[in-house]
């Protein structure tokens, strides 16, 4: 029988050991290794090549996304299954969009932990079903977000303001920096706000990055 290689990520030693513990139980995963955050993942997947990497989030020098993102650069073939406290829709969306394989909760049943493990072992996906809903929800918002965008693009200008309110200025200071008034900058954010269906200008900033218009 082909054992699913498992390498365990989270920063507290009693969760990575616990873990072990659980995964060992069964016949077909072997753990081959734990780290404490996501750069020790990655030096560690490199000799140990892992089939699964059961990734935590929240992590110092180097989270989940972060990591999980590396992993996917660096052209490492393992699936990426996420345990996390996390059941935000954000962190959802944005571990899937970094490309995680899989998604579960820290309050899930251990056989249904093992189930997700074999499940993207064998290059399957698995949300918790649970959260699927959610990430129906945020992938629908962000295609119907992007689908208003290509009807009705943002202008040079509005893309210039765009980037000034994601570095956190002011409609003052936009005024000053693109030489123009602040009424007028005033009308470019809500024009802004209308095309990226978003409610106010923290909204707009996490829309632009996340899909790279800025």
Do not use: W
């Amino acid at each position: 029988m082909s054992q699913i290689r498992v390498l365990i990520v989270d920063d507290h030693s009693l969760v990575r050991q616990g873990l072990k513990k659980v995964l060992e139980l069964e016949d077909d995963i072997k753990v081959v290794g734990e780290a404490e955050d996501g750069q020790k993942a990655l030096e560690m997947a490199k000799t140990t090549k892992p089939d699964v990497v059961l990734m935590d989030i929240s992590m110092p020098n180097m989270n989940g996304i972060e990591a999980t993102r590396a992993f996917k650069q660096q052209g490492f073939k393992c699936a990426i299954l996420v345990l996390t406290i996390h059941d935000d829709r954000e962190y959802l969306f944005e571990i899937v969009r970094a490309g995680a394989s899989g998604y579960v909760l820290k309050d899930i049943e251990p056989q249904k932990l093992v189930e997700a493990i074999r499940a993207v072992g064998k290059g399957n996906s698995y949300i918790q079903p649970n959260l699927t809903l959610d990430l129906i929800s945020e992938f629908n918002r962000l295609s119907s977000r992007t689908k208003l965008l290509r009807e009705n693009p943002l202008t040079r200008r509005e893309m210039e303001v765009l980037q000034l309110i994601t570095e956190g200025m002011t409609n003052a200071e936009i005024a000053s920096e693109l030489y123009i008034s602040e009424k007028t900058v005033k009308n470019h954010v809500s024009r802004i706000l209308r095309k990226l269906n978003v409610e106010d200008r923290t909204q707009a900033a996490v829309f632009a990055i996340k899909n790279d218009l800025v």
